[in-house]
C-alpha cells in the first residue's frame, strides 16, 4: 500500500524572502557550517528521518502523510549533483535525525555533500518556523526543499511529493531561472 500523499497545510507560506538564520549546525562529514554564511545559490532539502540496518523507523511510519522516501530523496540529490552544480547550486541536507545516524547514512549511500543536523530544532522556531510533526515521540522536520539565493529564501517545494523526484523538479526550477 502506497503511503498517504501529503497535503499543503498553508505551513511554508511565510518562507519565501525571509533570510536563513545565523546559527552554525554540525556536518555528518564533520565539523559545523553556518546557514547564513551559505553563498551563492543552495538547495536546501529538509528530510524527517532515513532509515537502515541500524536504524529503526517509527510503528506506522509508512502511514504518515510524506514520512516514507527519505532515502530515495537524499539518493536522488546525490545522483544529480553534477547538475545541481552545473546550476550553481550546492546541495545540503538537513534533519533532526541523530548526527551518529546520519554518518551512518552518508556512510553507507555514499552522501557527498553535507547532512546537516538540527536535533535542537532551531529551524522550527521564528524566524523560519519550519514544519514539523511528531512520531513515536520525537519531533520531526516534515519534508521541505528551500532554494536559498545568498542567503535569502527565493523558493520552496511543499510538500514534497514523491521525494525521489524532488531533485529533478529543483533541476527544472534552475533552469528556468538561468
Known sequence: MPSPIPVDDGAADHLVGLGLPDIALESAQGGQLRLAEASGRLVLYVYPRTGGPTIELPDDWDLIPGA????????????????????GATVWGLSAQPIHE?????????????LLNDSSLLLA???????????????????ITLIVGDGVIEHVFYPVHPPERNASEVIAWLEKQA
Do not use: N, W
Open 125 to 143: 522556531r521564528p524566524p523560519l518556523r519550519l514544519p514539523v510533526f511528531t512520531a513515536a515521540s520525537m519531533t520531526l522536520y516534515k519534508r
Open 102 to 114: 546520519q554518518r551512518e547514512f552518508a556512510g553507507r549511500m555514499h552522501i557527498p555533500f553535507p
Open 68 to 87: 516514507r522516501g527519505c532515502t530515495p530523496q537524499a539518493c536522488s540529490f546525490r545522483d544529480h549533483e553534477d547538475e545541481l552544480t552545473a546550476l
